[in-house]
């Protein structure tokens, strides 16, 4: 496997236990200006479609955090079916010629999160919901695995989604749409997981309208998990956007509000591509 899973036990604020789990479902390289780009909008559409680099392999992290109330899967990640001809085919003429050229996926079945969980003793009755922050395909793909699981939406990014492939949705698929109601830290719109309110879905769009990210509270300190927020930290401390967002606008003052939130609180930020993000979990690295 490409990239280790990285497991730390923390203290959640209950004072139990709480593990975090990284595992990366396989490996995906983009364009290098889908990654990062000065331009914004179709600009930014038209110089990535136009770049022929692409980035090195990055992971496909899928994060677990086994809680006093239940195991939690954040995100699905990818399936080896990816890698098959056609498997694009039933999303139309546009999606199978974009998704077969702006990026590619190496994952082996061993690397999907069923056998992941397996690897790490859970089985899948433990698993209270999955929360999925988009519903981009690496971080849908693997929802198959969990067809008697609630999955966890944000209603809006359902109602409103961007980029999505519905086609590749398990037929049963019907997700639990959380109203984001709440207000968490900087956040306007959050949803409380937990009882405890340890876990928190809020949202923070840009890469799409209503993306979210996940944030786990405990006693040492805040796990942040970005998903496509960026694709590594040093874009968010250094304001340097991705060429796919649905808002430049939306991007720019989610960064701020990371920001805002990272400097006053200990915090571990974990976009779902970025490979260091395994050591900075591992050695509870600040922001
Ligand atoms: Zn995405």
Redesign the pocket.
Known sequence: MEFAAQTIELTALSGEPVKVHLVSTGAVTVKTKFRETKRTGLLAMIAFMLDSKFTEWMPIWVMIIEHPDGVFVIDTGENANVNDRGYFRSSGIFANWFDTTQFKFKVAREEEIDRQLRSLHIPVERIKAVLLT?L?L??ADGLRHFPRTPVIVNKAEWQRPF?DLPKLYPSWFKPVLAELKEKYDVFDHAYYVTQAKDIVLVQTPG??WH?CSVILATRECHIFFG??ICYEQRQITNDKYSGTNASHQMAMDTYAKVRSFCSRQKTVFIP?HEAAAAGRLKNLQYV
């Open positions: 988009h981009h690496d971080h980029g890469h799409t993306h998903a496509d779902s």
